[in-house]
């Protein structure tokens, strides 16, 4: 077992204009398009990995005097920041396209049926989940370029949410294996994790590309396509690997780009240094 380490919660501020494009990014909109459609899933995803978190420890599945129920506390109260923040961002772009509220009413209906599955498939859920995002990360670092010209905002809102993803890549997975763990558990986690992650980018991203006029544009779908594909090459070791005996996510390589970007936020002002092409 890893030692346990506190997670620090930032409150950061984002200002946003009313009128938010839906695509984000003149130059590349299915970036945005597709960055879009993952932040959909967050105000359902992250709350149900908040949920099985603190259902652990409210039926002390964990001593409170383990270590790990502190780091799963300050993981929990990071993660409620994530959410708040897409949902926020989300309500900017279903002003832009009101068939968002039916994809939100959809996603909050297949987390409802995963809550009935129990807390520790939950955890199962959440660790394979990390796993998930951790490796978003690292695809994210190695593809910002596809940035260039962004709205601050978004950019800036999308790379913190994934440093932090990236400082607390251990938490959950610490939080399941204190409660008792099995890698089939989590192997079956993994499964449903990818899958509705897979599911949902889909949605989202075949909504917003019917609102913006690029669902008959073979080349936004090429785009799409070609980045998916590139996310699964880059997803699969990990997530088998993950899914071995003795694997720990504290073996995996941090993405170089956003592993000191957090040692910026400013307390004072509650914010990080805008994203800018390092
Ligand atoms: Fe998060
Ligand atoms: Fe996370």
């Known amino acids: 077992m890893t030692e346990a380490s506190p997670v620090p919660v930032r409150h950061v501020r984002f200002s946003w204009p009313d009128d938010l494009e839906v695509v984000w990014i003149p130059d590349e909109p299915e970036f945005a398009i597709a960055a879009n459609a993952v932040s959909l899933l967050m105000p ?69 049926w995963l809550k009935r599955r129990g807390c520790r498939f939950g955890l199962a859920f959440a660790a394979a989940f990390e796993t998930i995002a951790f490796v978003a990360a690292r695809w994210v670092d190695r593809n910002q370029r596809h940035l260039r010209g962004a709205d601050p905002s978004a950019a800036t809102m999308f790379l913190w949410h994934l440093a932090e993803e990236v400082e607390h890549k251990s938490v959950a997975f610490n939080t399941y294996m204190a409660t008792g763990g099995g890698r089939l558990r989590y192997g079956c986690a993994v499964v449903v ?27 936004s779908h090429l785009k799409l396509a070609r980045w998916s594909l590139s996310f699964v090459f880059a997803a699969m070791p990990t997530m088998v690997v993950s899914a071995l005996p003795g694997h720990h996510p504290d073996q995996l390589a941090n993405p170089a780009g956003l592993d000191n970007w957090l040692s910026n936020f400013d307390e004072n002002t509650s914010s990080v240094p805008p994203w800018a092409l390092p």
């Open 44 to 112: 359902h995803a992250e709350p149900y990995v908040v949920w099985s978190t603190r259902q652990s420890l409210s039926e002390s599945l964990i001593s409170p005097q383990d270590p790990i129920s502190i780091e799963a506390r300050a993981y929990v109260a990071q993660e409620a920041q994530h959410h708040a923040q897409h949902r926020r961002f989300n309500d900017l772009l279903t002003l832009q396209v009101p068939a968002i509220s039916r994809l939100d009413r959809h996603f909050g209906r297949i987390f409802s």
């Open 193 to 219: 994790a990818a899958l509705v992650l897979a599911w949902g980018a889909l949605l989202g991203s075949l909504t917003m590309m019917r609102s913006t006029g690029r669902l008959w544009k073979p080349m």
